[in-house]
């Protein structure tokens, strides 16, 4: 199923590497961007989460400089989240060879 929340380039009057669509997300889903993670697979998009205030985690092979020093993973898998009761536990799969 459709999330409840869907941002689109018809959304939005400036795409990546502008925060805007990070940040319309954000206000739609009625958080503060500041609390969010944003997963990404480009450069421009690394850059505008972490413009908009998120917490960015590299998805994939991408190498460029917003990717330097950012979790990564592979895929989705192994990833979970766990409401502790005042907030969401997020954990990434370590991956093999990763330096922690």
Do not use: M
Not at 18 to 41: K, M, N, Q
């Amino acid at each position: 199923p459709l999330p409840d929340v869907v941002v689109t380039a018809d959304d939005v009057r400036r795409g990546k590497p502008d925060p805007e669509g990070y940040r319309t997300a954000a206000r739609r889903l009625g958080v503060d961007p500041r609390a969010s993670i944003v997963f990404e697979d480009a450069e421009l998009g690394l850059i505008a989460g972490r413009a908009a205030g998120g917490y960015t985690v590299v998805v994939g092979p991408h190498g460029g400089g917003a990717a330097q020093d950012r979790p990564r993973i592979t895929d989705y898998r192994g990833l979970t989240c766990t409401d502790t009761g005042d907030a969401l536990r997020l954990t990434l799969p370590v991956l093999a060879g990763a330096a922690l």
